[in-house]
């Protein structure tokens, strides 16, 4: 079982639809919890940290449920630039981050 | 942009060669952590430096080293390449070890393909 895992997509959905990404991790030890955007051929970049009594960032709301393991984004009112590979990483004891696969998304005019 | 700066940003090299890969972090920045991205795939931990010294390395074999200098820049070598070696190579810097680390800023990658 691999210790982060996500939807494998791709999530194909038109513009303005609310799209939901889930992710479990196996270690309960783990400490801190993120996602990032991954855009074709280019660096991952931070969008949000998820924290225990959720959080949100615009049309972007994290989530965390401890107990269950599970993390997850919602997307609303979705745009054309959110067509990206949406990561879900996880912070270990030793603060090393371990990633998902990723979960590509593709936003339709 | 992160003001982390990687260079090659593209090598092609063949099988059993060796290759060395350099990351600059960010000003301020004292730790430096690797990953190896395979296509269709999120980022692997190869290994991280703390001011000068390894601080935790992930499931890769010893031809697999790195080094950081007391500037905090960085490299990464990778000895006998195989070809499962080709990937994108992604260098993230952060201001300090632990907690303080919790938001780690990537360069654009080294793309690496061994042929």
């Known amino acids: 079982r691999k210790e982060v895992e996500q939807d494998p997509g791709p999530f194909n959905v038109p513009e303005g639809a609310t799209v939901a990404f889930n992710c479990t991790y196996s270690n309960s030890a783990s400490q801190s919890f993120f996602w990032y955007r991954q855009d074709c051929r280019k660096e991952p970049k931070l969008l949000m940290s998820?924290?225990?009594?959720?959080n949100e960032d615009g049309r972007f709301t994290a989530q965390l449920n401890r107990a269950s393991q599970y993390i997850s984004l919602l997307i609303r009112d979705s745009k054309l630039s959110d067509s990206a590979t949406y990561l879900c990483?996880?912070?270990?004891?030793?603060?090393?981050?371990?990633w998902g696969a990723g979960t590509k998304l593709i936003i339709k005019p | 942009e992160t003001g982390v700066t990687q260079s090659p940003t593209h090598l092609i090299k063949t099988r059993g060669q060796q290759v060395t890969l350099r990351c600059s972090s960010q000003s301020g920045h004292n730790t430096v952590s690797w990953y190896q991205q395979a296509l269709g795939q999120g980022p692997q931990f190869i290994f991280q430096?703390?001011?000068?010294?390894?601080?935790g390395r992930g499931n890769f074999p010893p031809r697999f080293s790195g080094l950081q200098f007391p500037n905090y820049s960085s490299e990464l070598n990778v000895n006998a390449l195989e070809l499962d070696d080709s990937a994108l190579y992604l260098c993230?810097?952060?201001?300090?070890?632990?907690?303080?680390?919790?938001?780690?800023?990537f360069g654009p990658g080294t793309r690496l393909t061994v042929l």
């Open positions: 430096y703390y001011r000068e010294e390894e601080n």
């Open positions: 990483v996880v912070m270990d004891s030793n603060y090393q981050l371990i």
């Open positions: 993230a810097s952060s201001g300090g070890k632990g907690l303080a680390s919790n938001e780690q800023f």
């Open positions: 998820v924290y225990s009594s959720g």
